[in-house]
Nanobody, 115 residues
């Protein structure tokens, strides 16, 4: 059964850091690009970062470029999102995502950035 499951969310003060992790199972992890999306209250879901199947290329939303780092570990079948210098605007539910012939989403993990 194909699954992606996020962990690592929580409450952090502005300027702080969090590390999100996504555990993938049930498919050949090395073949697929992996992405993180987020959805803030009242807003549409948006792409935050993506990493290619081999991990050689990454792409970031302008709003997080320079603060977030996406990486993947082929030995553990995980994709991570290191989030630094967090801002209140980063608050939302963060989702792990990939696509083969259909899209797969995790259940999401809540990130709250507040003083």
């Amino acid at each position: 059964q194909v699954q992606v499951a996020e962990s690592g969310g929580g409450l952090v003060q502005p300027g702080g850091s969090l590390r999100l992790s996504c555990a993938a199972s049930g498919f050949t992890f090395s073949l697929y690009n992996m992405s993180w999306y987020r959805q803030a209250p009242g807003k549409e879901r948006e792409l935050v970062a993506e990493v290619t199947s081999a991990g050689g290329s990454t792409n970031y939303a302008d709003s997080v470029n320079g603060r977030f780092i996406i990486s993947r570990d082929g030995a553990k079948n995980t994709v991570n999102l290191e989030m630094n210098n967090l801002e209140p605007g980063d608050t939302g539910v963060y989702y792990c995502h990939f696509r083969n012939w259909r899209e797969y989403w995790g259940q999401g993990t809540q990130v709250n950035v507040s003083s």
